[in-house]
């Protein structure tokens, strides 16, 4: 079965500490990964893909194929990293559906 | 460029009823997908349009239809509403189809509540 798992519902780290978003996911085949970030009252936006492999507001992700993961780090959070995190899936090349975790909220304490 | 337009922002419809909801996508865009996001969960795909056609479906009943038009708007209707269909309905918009190397563009959503 196709399914991406978020192990924490909520992460709460000091502002300057190392952030790890943590990602499983479960698929047959090479699918394409993505990290999705939604702000208070702001809609839901493509953060990272892992695909073109860059880094985006100092977050990066790396796809472990061997352990199936795909998790989001950051080594100094800041305050304004506090948001809604959705990993996603999809698969390569297809034009549809992406398949989303849980999501994990990310607060950041001053 | 206002981005991708949802319509309306909220909604509340009682047991049995029908709905129909609007979004508008991202100028440029001609592909559009729809997502049910229950309260505390990740977003769920729907169904796809591209192309006026419904190109791809996730798992829901035949209760979901939805509908593009030759300008890629698009609409998803829900008939005999039940209590488990009140969720934030979101609507995302891509190019051609080939989304990944663009993503998707969200809406920020219909709030359709169900009493």
């Known amino acids: 079965a196709q399914r991406v798992t978020q192990p924490e519902k909520l992460l709460s780290v000091f502002k300057g500490a190392p952030v790890e978003l943590k990602c499983n996911y479960s698929?047959?085949?090479?699918?394409?990964l993505f990290w999705y970030v939604q702000y208070s009252r702001q809609r839901l936006q493509l953060l990272l893909r892992h695909i073109s492999r860059e880094s985006i507001k100092g977050f990066t992700a790396d796809l472990n194929k061997g352990e199936t993961s795909f998790h989001l780090k950051k080594p100094f959070a800041q305050e304004e990293d506090s948001a809604m995190y959705y990993c996603?899936?999809?698969?390569?090349?297809?034009?549809?559906?992406?398949?989303f975790g849980q999501g994990t909220t990310l607060q950041v304490k001053p | 460029d206002a981005g991708v337009t949802q319509s309306p922002t909220h909604l509340i419809k009682t047991r049995g009823q029908q709905v129909t909801l609007r979004c508008s996508p991202k100028?440029?865009?001609?592909?559009v997908s729809w997502y049910q996001q229950a309260l505390g969960q990740g977003p769920q795909f729907i169904f796809q349009y591209y192309e006026e056609e419904e190109r791809q479906r996730g798992n829901f009943p035949d209760r979901f239809s939805g509908h593009q038009f030759p300008n890629y708007s698009s609409e998803l209707n829900v008939n005999a509403l039940l209590l488990g269909d009140s969720a934030l309905y979101l609507c995302?918009?891509?190019?051609?189809?080939?989304?990944?190397?663009?993503?998707?563009?969200f809406g920020s959503g219909t709030r359709l509540t169900v009493v």
């Open positions: 995302a918009s891509s190019l051609g189809g080939a989304f990944y190397n663009y993503g998707y563009t």
């Open positions: 996603a899936l999809s698969k390569s090349g297809n034009t549809g559906k992406l398949i």
């Open positions: 698929y047959s085949g090479s699918p394409e």
């Open positions: 100028s440029g865009h001609d592909t």
